[in-house]
């Protein structure tokens, strides 16, 4: 295999991590809910369940379903997604402005680390809460409450990973003047971004930005496999 097939092949794979990273987003979101009425009560900010309810519903569960259907364990697996989208934007954002695109999947890849702690943790809560005799439940509530409050390490790993999706809002600053790109297309993506960073864990709001992030993308992708064909 040459280096133009291998580069080929790079740009194909990046153009499909762009549409198929927010389409699991929106899985991962929409999994949050128990009904569309549920989906449909909107917050402006993010209002965590008791701990008490969540923590008993898990221990009650027993770890009786697949790992995968947890929406955290979906998000998880697809950060390299993540990353190999990132990096096709760059590779589209450098014709134009490199510093600003550079500075965009930086932050992004950055990022990235500190969401896979985000997801990793509730993912290993979610699973580990599953094993937990019920004579525990007091102590595991605390222990849940605890580990899962906004201050100190949560809360730092939680802020870190906002840097992911404010680089995808640099990057797609960056495309503003790349040719073949529509600038409506970037500012869907900036929009999108913006949804995810002024309403953070507020679930129906991340599904809505999934949503503007797959319209922003879909024309990024196109553009990502054009040239790949002319390589």
């Known amino acids: 295999m040459n280096a133009l097939t291998i580069n080929r092949f790079t740009r194909q794979m990046q153009a499909l991590a762009l549409v198929g990273l927010p389409v699991l987003w929106l899985l991962m979101f929409a999994l949050h809910f128990r009904s569309l009425a549920d989906f449909l009560v909107f917050r402006l900010h993010y209002v965590p369940a008791p701990a ?16 995968i259907h947890d929406p955290h364990m979906i ?14 934007m760059h590779s589209l954002g450098r014709r134009t402005n490199p510093a600003l695109a550079a500075l965009g999947v930086s932050l992004t890849v950055i990022g990235c680390i500190y969401i896979g702690g985000v997801f990793g943790l509730f993912t290993a809560l979610t699973r580990g809460l599953g094993d937990v005799d019920a004579r525990f439940s007091e102590g595991a509530t605390a222990t849940y409450a605890a580990v899962t409050a906004d201050h100190g390490a949560y809360g730092l790993t939680r802020g870190l990973a906002q840097l992911a999706l404010l680089g995808i809002a640099v990057q797609a600053a960056a495309l503003w003047r790349a040719p073949g790109i529509p600038r ?3 500012a869907a993506v900036a929009f999108g971004c913006a949804l995810f960073l002024g309403f953070w864990d507020v679930d129906n709001l991340m599904f809505v930005g999934s949503l503007w992030l797959i319209a922003g993308f879909i024309p990024i992708s196109r553009e990502l496999r054009r040239l790949s064909a002319e390589i």
């Open 52 to 67: 008490a309810d969540k923590v008993t519903h898990l221990i009650a569960a027993q770890n009786r379903w697949p790992m």
């Open 184 to 186: 409506w297309a970037t």
């Open 75 to 88: 998000g998880y697996l697809s950060l390299p997604l993540l990353v190999l989208g990132a990096f096709g």
